[in-house]
């Protein structure tokens, strides 16, 4: 199976914030890490296997000077080389932490057991946060229930969603690309699958989709479509909204524009008809102790609702 | 307890008696009593460490098993051994066992076993408290488990974030079973250091000054003011819990105007700490080992007690790098960024003095000296990483995720578990009289160092990968399929490492090669006593003057004289000496409590009463709390007689 979203590592930046840590923090603290690291290893190795003189004495004063002006020294160069990667981690820490400029794109992420609600003003989708390619996007990280962390894996560094505190967290991709993201602080039974994903465009097709998202869902244009509605109004309206029609739910995702998702269950399944249906039928069995029920339609309610639910571009 | 002048007890003026008549003597006034309710009674700091060494043991294979069951689960993406309603359960339960039931209680009996016979006393300061700790922790441990396995385990993690530990999002009776446990663990944990550090400041050897104290014995007293200062946080907090879950107080709710961030302040200002608590005992046993396996005292040893109390005060700086992805302000996260990278810096002088050390002595690759080298091995890369944690923006990238918990295994299974192992194999032969078998211990080291490596190092990658901690699958397109079965191939390994260590005991218990007193040639005082040691410890409180006391042997040859003359044999009832705690002198001959039914009654009541507070009924509540009264009357109605 492939994944709907780019390779992501850590290692692999594709966000400016991140770029920056990886290039000036992670190399320089490896390369120091794996020589002090085989400094000391071989220093041991050198002291329990070196040879010695049959009349060596273990406890040798003459040897004690030596032995203080080695460690002594050891001790200076750890403390020369912390005090190297401290200047290394403040100059990052405050290139990071910069404010960004004005023409920031505000984005508001609320975290949800298991699932993320994203604002752009008025405009509100779930689990897939859109940001134009090399413009700042500041992400307004917002929780009502738990502590979450949003962690855009390849994109920048994470940060928590805490119940009565505003943080913020700053992003800049720098080339265009589907990349995964993660909830990063346990919140409980599904904190496993709570992702999303970042949807990094060229500006013109990040406008063009921002403008198509705050539309309202056309009417559905078909029998089937009609009746799938109808299934919808009664059997799902009571916890997700579809703007333009009666369905106003808060407890779940905003299902306006649904179909345009890659993912659907929190970046757990690709948005396909049979796996939508699965998900309608049976969520207990794929994100056990998530909020939503099973909904037992009959086979043909099931299927009208998600023609029904495919309509919602 | 009660003094008289010194020597008065047993001065030189006393007829001379034959050495056997005074052992025989001794032998009388200190044998334990018989049978299960002598054993309920024992007040004996060995008898005690022992059980406490063993609970700790039979705590962590649990903590184990779980971690082994995980690791079957994460082995493939998605599979179904675990569900996350118990996956939740297995990870609160490993890390809640593996620090709060198995690394500081370890750390503790091991202190409580050796610390008297390193410093040539005969038992700890309030013998009955340490009982009363030991059972305490018992019946904690055995309560948490009773409800794990009746499917009431805690599941909000081992520090149990608020808001999700509140009653709103875990409103079953899970993480009040937490709440009320540890506060169990930490009562114990505030025994032991009260015992330690009273036993170490006034129960040593006449002669022994603070500077001819072991090591060992530094370090425990160094962890036991740093359980002083850390264990009232962590109690204060899962108080404020309980109270929050269990009386409605809206300490950590925020649209009560609570504050969840208070809570994390509260733990890791505990927790941070914690991880010294554990790694200094751990220090003190490396220490002892090098010296005996090198034949040479340790090099540097003001530096070495400097480090440790740098330590110490350093440990309780660095809480704040365990928040570094809340979004604190930027400038006091710098501080804490300086904090914890300086605490690198004693850690590396300790670890330069060792090697130090090794090069200047003779090394005896025995199993200890090799649990000592995967010690420093492991640590190092552990110190490593944590150097890279320090940093605010490098912790934001891997904080929560695998590589963390790559970091603290390789900093508590590196810096707690080797040694340990090590000081198993070391102190093994004086707590039993037999030796722990070589040809398997050596297996044991290597598959244990080899699964170790094999576990927990591709974990650093896993992280950089994007895998979160704490997550019960993970889907295959993640690409973390690989990783993660190499790893819990490696915890396979650790598995049968630690199966063939349980062996190695099993089989050496019974036909070890006999020990004698002092099998290694070290240099502290336990050795100087017989293997195991008798009830007393030390026939003859031993003479001191010099810190490696047992490889003074002008000193020690004098100790049959002394037994001899009646110098210090103090056999006339359950005495000890006290020394002022600074220079050693004889001050005082105290009178030490016998054996009593009291410390585990107390303890037994109090788990009782606990469990009623959990079950809601507040009137029989109340009534183990009058109970508990009454012991305590009962406990001291029946204090020790004036020496």
């Known amino acids: 199976m492939s994944p709907w979203w780019q390779a992501h590592s850590a290692l692999h930046p594709n966000g400016a914030q991140l770029s920056l840590i990886i290039d000036r923090l992670w190399s320089p603290m490896f390369a120091a890490a794996a020589a002090i690291f085989a400094l000391v290893a071989g220093a041991l190795g050198w002291a329990l296997l070196r040879r010695r003189a049959a009349a060596e004495a273990p406890d040798d004063p003459g040897r004690e000077r030596g032995m203080r002006w080695t460690v002594s020294l050891a001790t200076a160069c750890t403390v020369a080389v912390l005090l190297v990667l401290l200047g290394l981690d403040i100059s990052v820490s405050r290139a990071t932490t910069a404010a960004p400029g004005r023409d920031a794109l505000r984005v508001v992420v609320t975290g949800h057991q298991w699932w993320w609600e994203i604002r752009y003003g008025g405009v509100v989708t779930a689990n897939e946060i859109h940001v134009p390619v090399g413009r700042t996007v500041v992400l307004e990280l917002r929780s009502n229930d738990v502590i979450h962390s949003v962690w855009p894996i390849s994109l920048s ?60 869902a056309a009417p559905p244009a078909d029998d089937l479509a009609r009746h799938g509605q109808q299934v919808f109004l009664s059997s799902c309206a009571a916890c997700h909204t579809v703007a333009g029609t009666p369905a106003s739910g808060r407890a779940g995702p905003d299902l306006t524009h649904l179909a345009g998702r890659a993912t659907i269950a929190a970046g757990t399944l690709a948005n396909t008809r049979g796996n939508l249906a699965g998900w309608i039928l049976d969520p207990q069995t794929i994100k056990p102790g998530a909020y939503m029920p099973p909904i037992p339609l009959a086979p043909a309610d099931l299927h009208a609702v998600v023609a029904y639910l495919e309509t919602l571009r | 307890m009660s003094a008289t002048l010194p020597g008065s007890a047993s001065g030189p003026d006393r007829a001379p008696a034959s050495t056997d008549e005074v052992e025989r003597q001794l032998e009388r006034t200190w044998r334990p009593d018989p049978g299960l309710l002598g054993w309920l009674r024992s007040v004996d700091h060995k008898s005690i460490g022992l059980r406490y060494v063993v609970t700790a043991f039979v705590f962590f294979l649990l903590g184990g098993i779980e971690a082994a069951v995980m690791r079957a689960q994460l082995a493939r993406p998605e599979a179904r051994i675990l569900g996350p309603d118990a996956y939740n359960q297995f990870f ?38 340490n009982a009363y700790g030991y059972w305490v922790y018992l019946f904690g441990g055995a309560f948490l488990y009773l409800m794990f396995f009746l499917n009431t385990g805690p599941d909000a993690g081992w520090f149990s974030y608020v808001p999700l530990a509140g009653l709103q999002f875990s409103p079953s009776k899970r993480v009040d079973v937490w709440a009320q446990t540890i506060t169990f663990t930490e009562i114990a944990a505030l025994v032991a250091a009260v015992e330690i550090i009273v036993t170490v400041f006034k129960n040593r050897a006449p002669g022994m000054t603070l500077h001819r104290m072991p090591l060992l014995v530094w370090a425990m007293l160094v962890q036991s003011f740093m359980v002083l200062f850390a264990m009232p946080w962590i109690a204060t907090a899962s108080q404020f819990l309980a109270m929050d879950r269990l009386v409605k107080t809206h300490f950590f709710t925020p649209a009560t105007g609570g504050d969840v961030l208070l809570w994390q302040h509260l733990f890791w200002f505990f927790g941070h700490p914690e991880v010294y608590l554990i790694l200094l005992p751990a220090l003190g046993f490396v220490s002892a080992i090098v010296a005996t396996f090198t034949r040479r005292p340790v090099y540097g040893y003001p530096a070495m007690v400097l480090s440790l109390i740098a330590t110490a005060f350093l440990g309780f700086g660095l809480w704040v790098h365990h928040m570094f992805a809340t979004g604190l302000p930027a400038l006091g996260e710098s501080f804490f960024t300086a904090a914890s990278m300086m605490i690198a810096i004693p850690s590396g002088i300790q670890i330069f003095c060792w090697i130090a050390t090794i090069w200047a002595g003779r090394p005896r690759f025995t199993v200890p000296l090799l649990f000592v ?96 901690r704490r997550v019960y699958t ?34 050496s218990l019974r036909a070890g090669s006999l020990a004698g007193d002092d099998p290694w040639g070290a240099d502290t005082l336990e050795w100087a006593t017989s293997s195991p040691p008798p009830p007393y410890n030390f026939a003859v409180i031993p003479k001191v003057s010099s810190p490696y006391a047992t490889w003074d042997e002008d000193d020690r040859a004098t100790d049959p004289q002394r037994l001899e003359r009646g110098d210090f044999v103090l056999e006339t009832g359950h005495l000890t000496p006290g020394t002022t705690p600074v220079d ?60």
């Open chain 2, 92 to 129: 609160t339960m490993h890390g809640t066992t593996m620090m709060f039931l198995f690394a500081v209680p370890v750390m503790d009996a091991m202190g409580i076993y050796l610390v008297p016979l390193m410093i040539g006393a005969r038992n700890v300061a309030f013998p009955k408290l």
């Open chain 2, 584 to 643: 050693g002198h004889m001050d005082e001959i105290l009178a030490m409590p016998e054996e009593s039914p009291w410390p585990v009654t107390l303890a037994f009541v109090a788990t009782l009463g606990t469990a009623f507070v959990l079950a809601n009924h507040l009137i029989l509540a109340a009534a183990m709390a009058a109970l508990a009264a009454a012991v305590l009357v009962a406990w001291h109605s029946a204090e020790p007689e004036a020496a």
């Open chain 2, 373 to 468: 080298i995967g010690f420093i091995l492991v640590f190092v890369i552990g110190g490593l990483s944590g150097v890279m944690v320090a940093s605010v923006p490098l912790d934001q990238v891997v904080h929560d995720t695998y590589f963390v918990v790559a970091h603290f295994h390789y900093v508590l299974i590196g810096g707690a578990v080797f040694p340990l192992f090590a000081a198993f194999y070391y102190w093994f032969p004086k707590v039993t009289g037999r030796m722990l078998g070589e040809p398997l211990g050596r297996w044991h080291f290597w598959l244990f160092f080899l699964g170790v490596n094999l576990t927990f190092f591709p974990m650093h990658q896993l992280g950089l990968d994007g895998m979160p």
């Open chain 2, 474 to 507: 993970y889907l295959a397109e993640t690409g973390w399929g690989d990783l993660n079965l190499l790893a819990s191939g490696g915890a396979a390994l650790i598995a049968v490492s630690v199966a063939i260590f349980l062996v190695n005991v099993a089989v």
């Open chain 1, 157 to 216: 560094p994470k940060l928590d969603e805490i119940p009565g505190k505003n943080n913020s967290l700053s992003l800049r991709a720098e080339r265009p690309g589907v990349f995964r993201g993660q909830c990063a602080e346990y919140c409980g039974h599904q904190h496993a699958k709570m992702a999303f994903l970042v949807v990094a465009e060229a500006p013109g097709s990040f406008e063009r989709w921002l403008q198509g998202q705050r539309e309202l």
